[in-house]
């Protein structure tokens, strides 16, 4: 009866060091997919913040050209950026 007890006993630590086993590979896995995402993400939200400065360069360009033909767009775009000068102004002088 000892016997089965002890049997069944190192059969059950068995199959827990088996999950344990599975579960770090798994883990490890887990772990550079996600170290890949992170830098995926970066990567993405570098491209986005490039992506979105060159509309904007492209759009005060046809502010100040008048490519867009709206004149009432332009004066607002310009009228943005000597807000934002001023306050970078206002901001040096402090």
């Known amino acids: 009866m000892e016997d ?26 887990l772990q550079r997919k996600l170290e890949s995402c992170c830098a995926e993400l970066e990567q993405t939200t570098q491209t986005n913040k490039l992506l979105e400065k060159k509309i904007n360069n492209l759009q005060l360009t046809e502010a100040f050209t008048g490519a867009g033909r ?10 943005a950026l000597i807000k934002d000068i001023d306050k970078c102004m ?3 002088g402090k």
Request: charged share 40%; proline share 0%.
């Open 90 to 92: 206002a901001m040096l």
């Open 4 to 29: 089965s007890v002890a049997y069944r006993l190192e059969a059950k630590i068995r199959e827990l060091i088996s999950r344990y086993e599975s579960l770090r590979e798994e883990n490890a896995l």
């Open 70 to 79: 709206d004149n009432a767009e332009a004066k607002k775009k310009v009228a």
